[in-house]
């Protein structure tokens, strides 16, 4: 069975944008692939964090995994932190990486633009990233479009070793879901939906109450046409109003477009709003069942057993190829 690796930061409640761009296809993958889901607390830290409030959000994504229908009878979920191996494997691929190759990432000009003082840890983190990847030889991560760059020096990296030490790691394939991949912002849909975005009306967060969810999704750009068709360029509000109601419902959207033609945006963002409440209130149900609770810790604490024994004989493996530590006669 092949093995998928994915993982999520800690650094706020997921978007309606992570579930079903990622999250819902987390939960479909985990029949039929062997999966690592991770909780990339690490990766968080590469900018400053308050320790309570991380730590909170660390719990919460956690809970949302597992509400969102990630089974862990089936998938392995635990918190990169508590795996060590990482943050081992991490450091040993800077070491093949160049400053140079870091340097173009776009998240890192993103990230550190306009900044007197940028952490080495945003420069370096792609090396982590790609650790957390090969240490499960995953065949497969599925990712959005903002990290196909960080795939490609995932593969990079690991080719690199590969050539100069030994073949340890599998190189990964990207995965990119067809729909639902790059959910936009409901105010600016050019703009992709974000948590960190400063106008709250421009995302749906998944622990949102319901009504705050229908008046966003009411308050949501269209256009004064009036039509309710899958235009990108020329209608990318109700572009995007269509690709999450396809995206919650399974309907294809040509089905839609026929469903709402001769209807006004009224009735079609009521449709929008009452497909997102029907996914998201299930999930907040089981949410609130678990975040307390004594089988969160359990199940993290039986992923990162299974997670440090599959990542702990990687990193052996890569110490070796490098010549690292000793050698027991």
């Known amino acids: 069975m092949e093995t998928i690796f994915s993982g999520i930061q800690p650094s706020g409640t997921l978007t309606l944008g992570n579930y079903l761009g990622a999250l819902k296809q987390f939960v479909e993958l985990q029949d039929d692939y062997e999966c690592y889901f991770c909780i990339v607390d690490e990766h968080a830290i590469t900018v400053p964090q308050e320790r309570l ?13 597992l509400a969102s ?12 932190s508590e795996v060590p191996a990482h943050t081992q494997l991490g450091w040993m691929l800077q070491s093949i990486g160049y400053v140079g190759e870091l340097e173009r990432m776009t998240q890192y000009k993103d990230k550190s633009q306009g900044k007197e ?5 945003l420069l370096t983190y792609p090396a982590l990233m790609a650790a957390d990847i090969l240490l499960y030889q995953s065949n497969l991560v599925p990712v959005g479009d903002d990290q196909k760059q960080h795939m490609e020096l995932t593969r990079d990296l690991a080719g690199r070793f590969n050539n100069r030490f030994n073949d340890i790691f599998t190189i990964p394939e990207i995965r990119i879901p067809k ?29 949102d109450d319901l009504k705050k969810i229908e008046k966003k999704i009411k308050s949501a750009v269209t256009d004064s046409e009036g039509i309710v068709k899958y235009d990108k360029e020329n209608k990318p509000g109700v572009s995007n109003l269509l690709t999450i109601y396809s995206s919650c419902t399974g309907k294809s959207i040509e ?3 026929a469903k709402y033609e001769g209807k006004g945006y009224g009735d079609f963002k009521q449709g929008v709003a009452d497909a997102v409440i029907s996914v998201l209130k299930p999930i907040q149900d089981r949410y609130q069942e678990l975040i307390d609770s004594d089988i969160l810790d359990e199940i993290l604490d039986n992923g990162a057993a299974k997670a440090n024994m599959t990542a702990n004989k990687t990193v052996a493996k890569a110490k070796k190829a490098m010549g690292l530590g000793r050698v027991r006669k």
């Open 53 to 65: 409030k991380l730590r909170q959000n660390i719990r919460s994504l956690a809970a949302l995994y």
């Open 69 to 80: 229908g990630i089974n862990p009878d089936k998938a392995t979920l635990f918190i990169q």
């Open 117 to 121: 003082a940028v952490s080495t840890a």
């Open 179 to 207: 729909v639902g991949a790059r959910i936009m912002s409901l105010q600016d849909p050019t703009k992709k939906m974000s948590k960190s975005d400063e106008n709250e009306k421009s995302f749906i967060s998944m622990l």
């Open 255 to 257: 089905s839609l477009e």
